[in-house]
C-alpha cells in the first residue's frame, strides 16, 4: 500500500511539473530564440489582428492552441486578419510582449482598439473540442470588423 501511495504520488507531482513548465503564465523569459511565424509589419496594417505568444519549448496542447487558431483564421477570414505566432523568448519582439503582457501561452485577438485575451477557451478546447474554439475566434473577430 506505501509503495503504490508513494508511486502515485511520484507520478502526480511529475505530471504537475511537466504542465506547470509549458503553460505557466507567470515564467520569466531567459533567453532569445527564433522567432516563429513573426511580422510585424502585416500585424500593424490589419485591422485585427491575432497574436499567439509561446515559449520555445511547447507541449502537445500549446502546439494545438497555435494550429487550430491558425486554421480557424485561414478558414473564417481567407488571410485578411493577420495571424502571428511570436516566440516569447525572443528579445526582438519584447515591446510585443511587453504590450499584451505576454510571459506564457497566450492567444489574443486585437482591434478597433479592444484586446481579447482568448487563452483560457483556447487551451480548454484546442484539444478536444477544436470547433468550438474556432467558433469563439470567429465570434470574437466578427464583434471587431
Do not use: W
Not at 37 to 58: I, K, L, N
Not at 89 to 105: C, F, N, R, T, V
Amino acid at each position: 500500500m506505501k509503495k503504490t501511495f508513494i508511486t502515485l504520488a511520484i507520478i502526480f507531482i511529475a505530471q504537475y511539473v511537466s504542465y506547470a513548465q509549458c503553460c505557466d503564465k507567470t515564467s520569466e523569459t531567459k533567453s532569445a530564440t527564433k522567432t516563429c511565424c513573426s511580422s510585424d509589419s502585416v500585424a500593424t496594417e490589419a485591422a485585427v489582428t491575432t497574436y499567439y505568444f509561446h515559449t520555445t519549448r511547447r507541449c502537445e496542447t500549446c502546439i494545438a492552441v497555435e494550429a487550430v487558431s491558425k486554421e480557424a483564421i485561414q478558414e473564417y477570414t481567407k488571410l485578411k486578419v493577420p495571424f502571428t505566432s511570436i516566440n516569447i523568448e525572443d528579445e526582438s519582439q519584447k515591446a510585443l510582449i511587453e504590450k499584451y503582457k505576454a510571459s506564457g501561452p497566450t492567444l489574443v485577438i486585437v482591434g478597433n482598439g479592444k484586446t481579447v485575451d482568448l487563452t483560457t477557451v483556447a487551451f480548454m478546447n484546442a484539444g478536444t473540442n477544436p470547433e468550438k474554439l474556432k467558433a469563439k475566434i470567429k465570434e470574437t473577430i466578427d464583434s471587431m470588423l
